[in-house]
T-cell receptor, first 114, second 116 residues
Framework: DAGVTQSPTHLIKTRGQQVTLRCSPI?????VSWYQQVLGQGPQFIFQ???????GRGNFPDRFSARQFPNYSSELNVNALLLGDSALYLC?????????????FGSGTRLTVV | GDSVTQMEGPVTLSEEAFLTINCTYT??????LFWYVQYPGEGLQLLLK?????DKGSNKGFEATYRKETTSFHLEKGSVQVSDSAVYFC???????????????FGQGTILTVHP
């Protein structure tokens, strides 16, 4: 079975641009979470979706938004990119309600803002 | 709010040495505790977990015990290998229910390098 897949793996954007990152969870997993990992730090929680509804939001500005589709895949959108948005963006999926099941992480999307 | 503190790193050991990476947490109630490992260029892999006080998680020779009285979840391994070189993250999550359940709160990570 395929694990959590994220695309693209790397991308470079210019300040002020917009970016969309994509995540496909493990088949049968209904929960998707997004994390930002700045170099040298632990991942920081951005969003959590379960059954296509937002169930949690971290301390990130409104420039960050996300959604979950009927097939449980998810997109993370970041508008008006800043240099500080450069990071590894990780997607994690879980079978059931967040907190009751373990998470499986994807390999991430490395975003560089120049 | 919830927080996780890991020992300062990096940690450098010789092969077959004993490993301890300290982790303490601040949280109300009874969170679940995790250790994740991140190899270069990869995402996070769950190494082990414990969901209640005095539980011991173990995997691939690594162990950690959930100590409620000291709010700690230290990672140990009796004999490390070169292949254990990676970044190790301690994390906690809340059980189902409430507005922040399921969210993982991570420590800052500890870089482990094992030399032959």
């Amino acid at each position: 079975d395929a694990g959590v897949t994220q695309s693209p793996t790397h991308l470079i954007k210019t300040r002020g641009q917009q970016v969309t990152l994509r995540c496909s969870p493990i088949s049968g997993h209904k929960s998707v979470s997004w994390y930002q990992q700045v170099l040298g730090q632990g991942p920081q929680f951005i969003f959590q979706y379960y059954e296509k509804e937002e169930r949690g939001r971290g301390n990130f500005p409104d420039r960050f938004s996300a959604r979950q589709f009927p097939n449980y895949s998810s997109e993370l959108n970041v508008n008006a990119l800043l240099l500080g948005d450069s990071a590894l963006y990780l997607c994690a999926s879980s079978f059931g309600p967040p907190g009751n099941y373990g998470y499986t992480f994807g390999s991430g999307t490395r975003l560089t803002v120049v | 709010g919830d927080s996780v503190t890991q020992m300062e790193g990096p940690v450098t050991l010789s092969e077959e040495a004993f490993l301890t990476i300290n982790c303490t947490y601040t949280a109300t109630g009874y969170p679940s505790l995790f250790w994740y490992v991140q190899y270069p260029g990869e995402g996070l892999q769950l190494l082990l977990k414990a969901t209640k006080a005095d539980d011991k998680g173990s995997n691939k020779g690594f162990e950690a015990t959930y100590r409620k009285e000291t709010t700690s979840f230290h990672l140990e391994k009796g004999s490390v290998q070169v292949s254990d070189s990676a970044v190790y993250f301690c994390a906690l999550s809340r059980p189902a229910g409430g507005t922040s359940y399921g969210k993982l709160t991570f420590g800052q990570g500890t870089i482990l390098t094992v030399h032959p």
